[in-house]
């Protein structure tokens, strides 16, 4: 654990849960997450606890194949879209402190109704990006 107790804001110091349960500080910046990635042995079992806001929608698909992804609605109003068995599903999320529960390996991205900002708890270990899902098999 950092002995830099806080307060800190996740958007500017996002924080990693190691397996042990230990809490480790990350300035966000530049190389963030091939950061992640190398001071966290490829973030494996490692989850991060941050939080992102976005008025466009996102430029690109993620995957988080080693787990599931909690994503709490702040404030703001957006369609989170995943892909479940070859076609999107879209779940409006509107009302602060609802959110989203996304299954490990589904692809998904996020479309913005209004400026949002939401809590991004993350299984960092493999996640994927990609312009488009890959078409399943």
Do not use: K
Not at 40 to 66: I, K, N, Q, Y
Not at 84 to 97: H, L, S
């Amino acid at each position: 654990m950092s002995n830099d107790i806080g307060p800190h804001r996740l958007a500017e110091v996002p924080a990693v849960l190691s397996p042990d349960n230990s809490a480790h500080l990350r300035p966000a910046g530049e190389d963030f997450y091939a950061t992640l990635e190398r001071d966290f042995d490829g973030f494996r079992g490692h989850t991060l606890v941050m939080t992102h806001a976005f008025d466009t929608p996102w430029p690109s698909w993620e995957c988080h194949p080693h787990g599931d992804e909690l994503v709490y609605l702040l404030e703001g109003d957006t369609d989170f879209v995943l892909r479940v068995n070859g076609a999107d599903v879209t779940v409006r999320v509107r009302e602060p402190g609802s959110y989203v529960l996304v299954p490990r390996n589904t692809w998904h991205t996020a479309r913005p109704h209004a400026p949002t900002r939401m809590l991004f708890i993350t299984p960092g270990e493999g996640t994927l990006n990609e312009p488009h899902p890959p078409e399943q098999e």
